[in-house]
């Protein structure tokens, strides 16, 4: 990476900028990335940001509140799962759009089935009670 030049690495930049913007939501949504950028990236980068704003929330609502931690973790895991639903939508689309070997696409989506599925089970305990 150090031989990039600086048309090179301005063209990076402005990729980079373009992510977790409202049109790379609708992109990532509707197929339009990559299978690897679908899955990785939308599947784990908005975590990069969720995880440590939920663990700061999670510490105040304990604070003022003990013991009420399952309503708000159930909410989080139930948003979580619907929205990894929304990305498998788009995770399918672009497997099935793009060409070459799909065996680590296929379990990428049947991954990202299974994560949905238990995120939205474990949010419904947690709500639940």
Do not use: C
Request: without cysteine; proline residues 5%; charged residues 10%.
């Amino acid at each position: 990476m150090a031989n990039l030049s600086k048309s090179e690495l301005d063209a990076i930049h402005a990729e980079r900028t373009k992510f977790f913007t409202p049109q790379w939501f609708g992109d990532l949504f509707s197929g339009r990335l990559s299978p690897g950028d679908t899955f990785w990236i939308g599947n784990y980068g908005p975590a990069l940001i969720v995880v440590p704003l939920l663990v700061i929330v999670a510490l105040f609502t304990a604070m003022a509140v003990p013991g009420h931690l399952g309503p708000l973790f159930g909410s989080f895991a139930i948003g979580a799962g619907i929205y990894r639903v929304l990305v498998l939508a788009g995770l399918v689309r672009s497997v099935i759009r793009t060409s070459g070997p799909k065996v680590w696409r296929w379990i990428g989506v049947f991954w990202t089935v299974f994560e949905a599925v238990m995120l939205i089970w474990l949010g419904l305990r947690l709500f639940g009670g």
